[in-house]
């Protein structure tokens, strides 16, 4: 390359930064630093400046799980505007962008998950993913239609999205630093509760675009670069059930068992005992099942190819089987919830008569379910001395 050619190539990427975002997002990390080590030296860590960084951490994280991303960008529970002003100030103080763009960068994301008009597409590499999209400028990216239509009705989010950066800077930086000084220290609520937090919180969500695409296991489908890892649900506020997440989006849920670890979906449900969430979307078991266990037959059908064939019968048999199980299981809650609502007292022997029921149900399907992943093992075995199986 000549050296006209060099200085051609280096101003046309020069021309391609957005230098608005670019600045920041070095900025921050580096005065994160500088202000904390300044910090420590001269005052040494306090427990209310420690308990700070904790608080603040949260709500803002939260505020962009629960609130941009499962609220505004899924619909996947409706939210009382107290709750909605939180979202809108604490996600402000993220720095992330206001919800209208955040949210219309995040449905077209999923619209175009691993294709060219993705914003994130991990295609282009790990770090185009996890954060250089963000350096570069994007004609699509001017425009929220029609994929904030919908936020643009909304009243919070068009406030927000018109004072975003007072309200940021107001949220982010001043509030820390007040809360700071009512503790005998300023410069340690900005550096650690303001630029320190903000720091961790904006790559802790970059994970979600980079690493949630590229590490972990697919359960549920194949057909995009979304993973499953607990790990990665431990960095993410629960976010890390992302193959999940791509396949079930308007779930209120990523981990969807009782024991994952998903710090966003537990106080969604104390908010809606509190009455200000409510509608909470949940995928239907059977629909969870059944997408693993197609999951299950296209690794056997890729593993074995033509044997496939052979075991097609009995792995459809026992798949029917769950199947029924489940739909009986459905009618038997179904039956039992109707008893409780209508005649709590004149169906009280038929609701006994129910339980039982229910649990010799369960236990069925609890049989058929490892019966199923022992086959699924054995077959898997025969075309794959090491498989990475899901189980459902």
Same mark, same amino acid.
């Given at each position: 390359?000549?050296? *006209?050619?060099?200085? $051609?190539?280096?101003?046309?990427?020069?021309?391609?930064?957005?230098?608005?975002? #670019?600045?920041?997002?070095?900025?921050?990390?580096?005065?994160?630093?500088?202000?904390?080590?300044?910090?420590?030296?001269?005052?040494?860590?306090?427990?209310?400046?420690?308990?700070?960084?904790?608080?603040?951490?949260?709500?803002?994280?939260?505020?962009?799980?629960?609130?941009?991303?499962?609220?505004?960008?899924?619909?996947?529970?409706?939210?009382?505007?107290?709750?909605?002003?939180?979202?809108?100030?604490? =996600?402000?103080?993220? #720095?992330? +962008?206001?919800?209208?763009?955040?949210?219309?960068?995040?449905?077209?994301?999923? &619209?175009?998950?691993?294709?060219?008009?993705?914003?994130?597409?991990?295609?282009?590499?790990?770090?185009?993913?996890?954060?250089?999209?963000?350096?570069?400028?994007?004609?699509?990216?001017?425009?929220?239609?029609?994929?904030?239509?919908?936020?643009?009705? +909304?009243?919070?989010?068009? #406030?927000?999205?018109?004072?975003?950066?007072?309200?940021? /800077? /107001?949220? =982010?930086?001043? /509030?820390?630093?007040?809360?700071?000084?009512?503790?005998?220290?300023?410069?340690?609520?900005?550096?650690?509760?303001?630029?320190?937090?903000?720091? /961790?919180?904006?790559?802790? $969500?970059?994970?979600? *675009?980079?690493?949630?695409? $590229?590490?972990?296991?697919?359960?549920?489908?194949?057909?995009?670069?979304?993973?499953?890892?607990?790990?990665?649900?431990?960095? $993410? *506020?629960?976010?890390?059930?992302?193959?999940?997440?791509?396949?079930?989006?308007?779930?209120?849920? +990523?981990?969807?068992?009782?024991?994952?670890?998903?710090?966003?979906?537990?106080?969604?449900?104390?908010?809606?005992?509190?009455?200000?969430?409510?509608?909470?979307?949940?995928?239907?078991?059977?629909?969870?099942?059944?997408? &693993?266990?197609?999951?299950?037959?296209?690794?056997?059908?890729?593993?074995?190819?033509?044997?496939?064939?052979?075991?097609? @019968? &009995?792995?459809?048999?026992?798949?029917?089987?769950?199947?029924?199980?489940?739909?009986?299981?459905?009618?038997?809650?179904? @039956?039992?919830?109707?008893?409780?609502?209508?005649?709590?007292?004149?169906?009280?022997?038929?609701?006994?008569?129910?339980?039982? @029921?229910?649990?010799?149900?369960?236990?069925?399907?609890?049989?058929?379910?490892?019966?199923?992943?022992?086959?699924?093992?054995?077959?898997?075995?025969?075309? +794959?001395?090491?498989?990475?199986?899901?189980?459902?």
């Amino acid at each position: 390359m000549t050296q *006209n050619q060099k200085a $051609t190539h280096s101003e046309s990427v020069f021309k391609k930064i957005d230098w608005t975002p #670019f600045l920041f997002l070095t900025l921050t990390p580096i005065t994160a630093i500088v202000l904390t080590a300044i910090y420590l030296k001269t005052e040494g860590l306090s427990l209310p400046i420690a308990g700070l960084f904790v608080v603040m951490y949260f709500l803002t994280s939260f505020s962009i799980t629960a609130g941009y991303h499962r609220f505004f960008a899924h619909k996947a529970y409706e939210a009382h505007p107290l709750l909605q002003w939180f979202y809108a100030l604490f =996600g402000a103080a993220s #720095f992330q +962008n206001s919800i209208l763009l955040w949210a219309a960068d995040h449905r077209v994301h999923h &619209r175009h998950v691993d294709q060219d008009g993705d914003p994130y597409n991990i295609r282009r590499g790990f770090f185009y993913a996890h954060i250089g999209w963000m350096l570069l400028k994007s004609d699509y990216r001017k425009s929220t239609d029609p994929y904030g239509r919908d936020l643009r009705q +909304n009243p919070i989010v068009m #406030f927000q999205h018109n004072h975003y950066v007072p309200v940021a /800077l /107001l949220m =982010g930086f001043g /509030l820390p630093t007040l809360i700071g000084a009512a503790f005998g220290s300023p410069l340690g609520g900005l550096a650690v509760g303001g630029f320190l937090r903000l720091t /961790l919180v904006h790559h802790m $969500t970059f994970f979600i *675009n980079s690493l949630c695409h $590229t590490l972990g296991r697919q359960p549920y489908t194949d057909t995009n670069s979304a993973k499953d890892s607990w790990l990665m649900a431990l960095f $993410t *506020n629960g976010e890390g059930y992302h193959n999940f997440h791509h396949y079930f989006a308007n779930d209120y849920r +990523n981990g969807i068992r009782w024991y994952h670890w998903d710090p966003t979906k537990w106080p969604l449900g104390l908010f809606a005992w509190m009455g200000l969430a409510w509608d909470l979307k949940t995928t239907p078991e059977e629909k969870i099942l059944e997408a &693993r266990m197609q999951m299950d037959e296209r690794r056997l059908r890729s593993q074995l190819a033509q044997r496939f064939d052979a075991f097609a @019968e &009995r792995l459809e048999s026992l798949k029917q089987k769950i199947q029924a199980t489940q739909t009986h299981l459905g009618e038997l809650r179904r @039956e039992s919830a109707r008893l409780r609502k209508e005649m709590p007292e004149k169906g009280r022997e038929r609701l006994e008569l129910i339980r039982s @029921e229910l649990k010799a149900a369960r236990r069925e399907l609890r049989s058929q379910l490892a019966q199923w992943r022992m086959q699924i093992a054995i077959l898997s075995r025969q075309g +794959n001395p090491h498989p990475h199986l899901s189980h459902p």
